[in-house]
């Protein structure tokens, strides 16, 4: 079995995100933390216990620029087989739907059975790619998997999808099909010392995304989020703040 | 987007045990309506409920907007396959410009194939549309949570997904005849099998008598430090302990304790999140709050922007001052 899973480099929550004066660009500090985005880690997991289970291949891919790679390295340390970025040339990172169409043209004919994807982005939360990426292969998807169970003798996947906290809706899909798994389908593994130094080895590939001439991009303006309530932030010293959160309780009656 | 290029636009609505199907589409109508100031295009509500007819009289009279009955041989339950492909045939029959769609489980499963069937552009968990001269624009958030951006879409035909209680509902300006129509839609399946639903282990814990709700996220770094939380709730009269659902993934918390759009909605009189970063499916969930307090070492973390007071500090090392500084009033020792 051939498993592709797509993964997501994102800047840390941590990052302090501006926004450029005329309000087209959120700007990233230069020194911000990249991360595997965490929502990629379950479906990476997933991929690797069947790899476990039943011998799967497990590749991963990435649209973005070199800076992605320790994405991908990342997955190579957690036991990924090969990796693959593809790149989408200079300028803006594309819309989810176009590189939701970059990753169908490439990985057409690579004969995947079964393609992951986590159910969002931290960043640009979209939630759109899985699906997006289904139709332009013309596949079955389902979204929210918390339960997966692959028959590929039979050639199809049984997923269980998440509804609210107490229901699930239980899908039978043909494969190949596209599964976006959401967070607490597994435990994410750390990467062992001996697939670290594996990785240490492996080349990650990369190849030329050619980008179409689909419709023009929506136009953005983007600004600090306005807050709902009034967020006043306690000044002064650790225990200054202490003390005065302790007179904002007795205000609100509960101490 | 241009106003005069959209003739229909078409709301797509979804039948799903546990949530209010009417109310649902309340708020897209009311969406609809915010991106049709003069009320020039014509909205269609494509109902899957064969419900009864005054009921769908009601819906028709309460929205001002056409329903067109949508029915197969066989109960039109969710399928990912069947409502992409039923959607985009209507869409394409209406010629509508804007297609709408809840940003649920369902929703999002299939709105964004729809959107590439259609060649449209695709924007999802919209919450609000701004209005800027001739041009209209739809609001969501990204980043965390920390950043807004509002979007102006293009010329071309679009799908939505909207996020359930961003839209305020309304009601149509002008009292109509109720247009009810019924259509038959093919139920044929062919990438997908059987399509079920089961329950899962609904959580025992319960937060509806909890006065205060403490709650961990991720910046509590290790299962350990939950303790602290615990200790904080301890301190106030009927608290309880919720998480993140990150906090629960980790295993530091039992599912039953998550606070979110998967989890729970919760309304104490004080929430307080510790090491949360205020992500959109959490804080949905706790706005019925009375006061709601953040503590987080991250100054730009979006919860600050959903609390009443917030602190700037290292949880783990600030929750200890804290509970001192509480104990210290009470008399006792800490
Ligand atoms: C369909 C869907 C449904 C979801 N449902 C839910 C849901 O029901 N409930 C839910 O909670 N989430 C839900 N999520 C996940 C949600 O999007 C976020 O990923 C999640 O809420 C983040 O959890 P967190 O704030 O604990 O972690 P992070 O986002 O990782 O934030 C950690 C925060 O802790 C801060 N921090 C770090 N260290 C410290 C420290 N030492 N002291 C103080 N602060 C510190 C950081 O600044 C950061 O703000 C859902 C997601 C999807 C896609
Ligand atoms: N640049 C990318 N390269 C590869 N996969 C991606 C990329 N962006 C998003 N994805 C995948 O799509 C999922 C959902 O992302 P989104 O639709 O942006 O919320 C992520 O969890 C990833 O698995």
Redo the contacts with the bound molecule.
Sequence with gaps: MNIL?????VPDAETVFGVSEDGTRVLIPGNAVYRL?R??EY?LEEALLLKDRAGARVHA????SPR?ESALRRAMEMGAHAAYR?D?GSGE??Q?IE??RL?AAWAAGREYDLI??????E????????P??AEHLGVSSATAVMVLDVRQEEGMVVAEREIDSSRREVVTLALPAVL?VQSGINRPRYPSLSNVMRAKGQVIETASAARGTGHAAPISRFREVSARREGRILKGSPGEKAAALCDYFHEAGVL | MKRDRHKTILLMTERSEGVNPHALTMELAACARALSPEGRDEITIAWTDPGAQDSMDALSRGTGCRVLVLYGDRPLDYTCEVFTRESAALARELGAGIVIVPHTPRGYDYA?RLAVRLGACCI?AIEGVERDGETLRLVRTACFGKISSSIESGDGPLVLTVMPGAFRTDHPSKEAAPVVERRSVSTRMETTGSVSVRSAKGGALDFSNADVIVSAGRGMQKAENVNLVRELSRRFPRPAVGGSRIACDLGWLDYDAQVGITGKAVAPRLYVACGISGALQHVAAIRGSRHIVAINRDPSAAIFKEADAGVVEDAITFIPLLLAEIDSRKGSAP
């Design positions: 899973v797509c993964i997501k480099q985005n929502f990629d479906a891919v990435s649209i973005g992605v593809l989408p990172e594309p989810t590189k939701a990753v992951l994807t986590g159910i969002m982005s960043d640009s939360m979209s939630c759109m790619f899985a997006a990426l976006a | 964004p999802t």
